[in-house]
């Protein structure tokens, strides 16, 4: 028998790779924070034993979601403007809260508190874009979750930075800060085409090249912003980016609602990914990115929340099965986008895009141990025909019991282990009081 650092025994298990695929009454091997192996219950008690052992008989094993898009400090503005369009939203209700309010502080309470919510929903992985990039990660690193921390850049200033040079000298000070951290990783961020100049753009790019990190953009949002770079530019906001050098594999493409036939070549040539915020792009009237198209495409899609002020939660759950159902509508076809599909946008897709699907986004031996347990035995998602569609059709974050990160027990049993509840709840009702007043 060969002593390991904990073992999970579960009715199914769900690696997302291969697709469609499942496993039931298996067991998952931790060993230094790594899968070390995957395999049947029976044999599992004949090969391995550990002092920790969780036996999860009524649940299934997931990767941990990765929400590839989020502001995650935004959660201190959770319903602070509701119910307008985009312009107007950021205009005359988030620029100026954001202008009195956002320091380092609040970017360390607000990205605690959704954090503390991502985990209870079962998210190990956070693409995040936001001011005070150095708060987003020490939270994160404290909290012990998997984050991408984005080094934001655009043309006006902020209490962060006061030009683009300034946003990009501070970003790469952090980068160099993390470089090698077991749970920390950077991407370049320039906020979107009509808050970052040309110059900023062309430095963004050869320094995603230099680096080889990602390049996370708000890209073809809305209408307006296309009607509105036509008039400027005398170009669709992609063929800009092209010219600049920007459309390649590093590129994360945030949100994509307005994609013609051109579009799709371009965003399939040059290997983008696509990031897909259904409910916020809903809420916001925003339009529908055509995420079955681009599946015919070959283009790698991911799923991200957006930030709590424009969904107004950070639930991958909800955000899969909106986007599963969002896509058999909009394509008018019921086989269109299957629950696998989902799953694997909400998992390793999301690995992929932040070039981190050698780490984690499924689950196999070698990777890392980033895992979701989802307890199936409730009145919702009884009986169980096919976990993955159980899964993507009809449960909720409620049912999530489980998280594990590099094999640490960050949810025990719907509890955080190392986030204090009381205190991040008390915080956010003191900001909010402040906020209020604006």
Not at 48 to 66: D, K, M, R, V, W
Not at 288 to 299: D, G, N, Q, V
Not at 347 to 369: E, P
């Amino acid at each position: 028998m060969q002593n390991v650092e904990s073992i999970i025994h579960a009715r199914w298990i769900i690696p997302v790779e291969p697709e469609q695929t499942f496993y039931e009454n298996y067991s998952l091997v931790i060993e230094q924070g790594k899968i070390l192996d995957i395999l049947a219950t029976k044999k599992c008690h004949k090969k391995y034993q550990s002092a920790i052992e969780h036996h999860l008989n009524t649940h299934a094993l997931i990767p941990g979601f990765i929400n590839t898009h989020t502001h995650a400090a935004m959660n201190l503005m959770r319903g602070i403007a509701d119910d307008l369009p985009l312009m107007e939203w950021l205009s005359e209700h988030i620029w100026p809260v954001e202008a009195k309010y956002v320091d380092y502080q609040f970017v360390k309470d607000g990205t605690t508190l959704a954090i503390a919510e991502m985990l209870r929903c079962g998210t190990t992985t956070f693409n995040d874009m936001y001011f005070f990039p150095d708060a987003a990660a020490k939270a994160a690193q404290e909290a012990g979750i998997r984050a991408c921390v984005g080094l934001i850049v655009i043309d006006f200033p902020s209490a962060w930075g006061k030009d683009s040079d300034d946003y990009l000298h501070k970003g790469l000070q952090l980068h160099e800060q993390y470089r090698n951290h077991p749970l920390i990783t950077t991407a370049l961020a320039p906020h979107a085409p009509y808050t970052v100049s040309d110059e900023p753009l062309k430095k963004i790019q050869s320094y995603a090249e230099k680096l080889e990190i990602p390049i996370h953009m708000h890209l073809h949002e809305t209408a307006d912003e296309l009607q509105q770079a036509i008039a400027n530019d005398g170009m669709r906001p992609i063929e800009r980016m092209e010219k600049l050098g920007l459309l390649s594999p590093f590129l994360m493409a945030v949100h994509m609602t307005q994609i013609d036939d051109k579009d799709y070549k371009q965003l399939k040539r040059y290997g983008v990914n696509i990031i897909y915020c259904p409910e916020s792009n809903l809420k916001l009237a925003s339009g529908f990115c055509p995420i079955a198209e681009l599946h015919k495409h070959k283009i790698n899609i991911a799923i991200g929340t957006d930030g709590a002020a424009s969904n107004n939660d950070l639930d991958m759950l909800s955000e899969m099965r909106t986007a599963a159902l969002l896509a058999k509508a909009i394509a008018k076809d019921p086989s269109a986008v299957p629950a696998h599909q989902a799953l694997s946008m909400a998992t390793i897709n999301g690995a992929k895009a932040l070039g981190l699907d050698h780490l984690t986004g499924s689950l196999k031996k070698g990777k890392v141990a980033d895992i979701t347990a989802i307890n199936l035995d409730s009145i919702e998602t009884q009986p169980v025909f096919e976990p993955i569609s159980s899964i993507v059709y009809s449960s909720n974050r409620e049912q999530i019991s489980d998280v594990w990160i590099q094999g640490k027990h960050l949810l025990n049993n719907r509890k955080l282990t190392t986030i204090d509840e009381k205190q991040i709840k008390q915080t956010a009702r003191e900001w909010g009081e402040k906020l209020s007043h604006i």
